[in-house]
């Protein structure tokens, strides 16, 4: 193995003045109360790691595997201190010296060949009741017999048919051709994220009959990859660096033909609009490049609140909704994006809201280690974010992010509580006229 180039974890360890507000917030640290696994700990370990006092051992790896990655400590840092990018910074060199799992391997390879985790996604929507009890009512699917990795009792997403991508023409033009006068095309691309692509397509399928009503041109560029957010938080920095730069290539062929790239997905639009910049941090050519996509790149929400007439049509809708919500704040919309206002704003025209405690709480989705061999934590971090939607006695719980769907899915579950998961372009489509 050569030798690790280790980042530069020392000139951000400097920085903390060890003041602990990032300690109460911390997902991580509220589960365990270990000073070592809260971000003051996780950023000492790292200046000492760069400094060869702490070798990067397998009681090292453990703690630093333990992040949820929430950006909490980030939020609330008065030195806004990174302690997410360099968390994923050591994951790769962790990924170096102990090499990936199999199955973490297997899972990335398949973001990274569209055409072979298309055929998969078939073969497990004809074979997956073999090995599933769906529900489809709350678009969750329970094992009907344990495997190393997925336990008996846990509600897991299951494959649609047809994935949206492929659902789909390329280009979907408005009904009603619309002429704008401030340079804008009155056209969007829609980047679907891989759980709305194969599992959730439902949110697609809202997404885009929410424009149709709009009267905006659609783009679906088939060609698009994942964002890389798995393999990022996981530390296989070569499979991110494949994903980029083909992202990349491929969205500046069609870039400048759209007023915007709309995400329904806040793990996958943050990942593109900031972390694929702090990913080419040491590649100033394809960081400017990715700086430049990132201009465009909104989550749907944000976008619809901000750019369209969407709040005035759901205010005269006629439509009549029961339902009450809450709405849970995806760590990637509020902490990262600062998007927490605009769902609500557009959802509050038709429905009633009624908050959780603390919505912006995080779930404990985690990424895919923490939902692999650490799931004891995601489960822990679960538990209270289903005792808080419970205490609100709504029957939808919603969030711009399938991770947290799929977490708060199964947190509901183990709890036993009865409430639905939808996002709010569900929500939003299902209360237009």
Known sequence: MSEIQKFDYTNISDDCVKCGKCKPVCTIFNINQDETTSPRGFIDLLGAYKRDELELDKNAKDIFESCFLCTNCVDVCPNDLPTDMIIEQVRSDIAKKYGIAWYKRAFFYLLRHRKTMDFLAKLGWVFQTCALKIDKAKES??????????????????????????????NIPAKNQVELNDGRKNKVAIFIGCMGNYSYTNIGDALVEVLQ??????????????????????????????LVKKNIEYFETWIDDVDAIIIPEATCSAMINQDWEHYLHNQPEWKERAAKISKKVLLATKWLENSTVLKEKLAKSNK????????????????????????????KQNYVINEMSDPNRCCGFGGVTMQTEKYHFAKAAGTPKAAMIKETKAQVVSAECSACRMQITNSLHQADVDVKFKNPIELIAEALD
């Open 141 to 170: 699917a329970l094992p009907r017999f344990s495997l190393p990795i997925v336990k008996k009792d846990r509600a897991l997403p299951f494959a649609d048919k047809t994935t949206f991508l492929k659902k789909y023409p390329e």
């Open 213 to 242: 009503k709009l009267d905006v041109n659609i783009f679906i560029p088939k060609k698009q990859l994942c964002c890389g957010a798995p393999a990022y938080f996981t530390g296989d920095f070569d499979t991110v660096d494949y």
């Open 320 to 347: 009549q909704v029961t339902d009450v919500i809450t709405y849970h704040d995806p760590c990637h919309a509020r902490k990262m994006q600062n998007v927490w206002q605009e769902p609500r704003e557009l959802l």
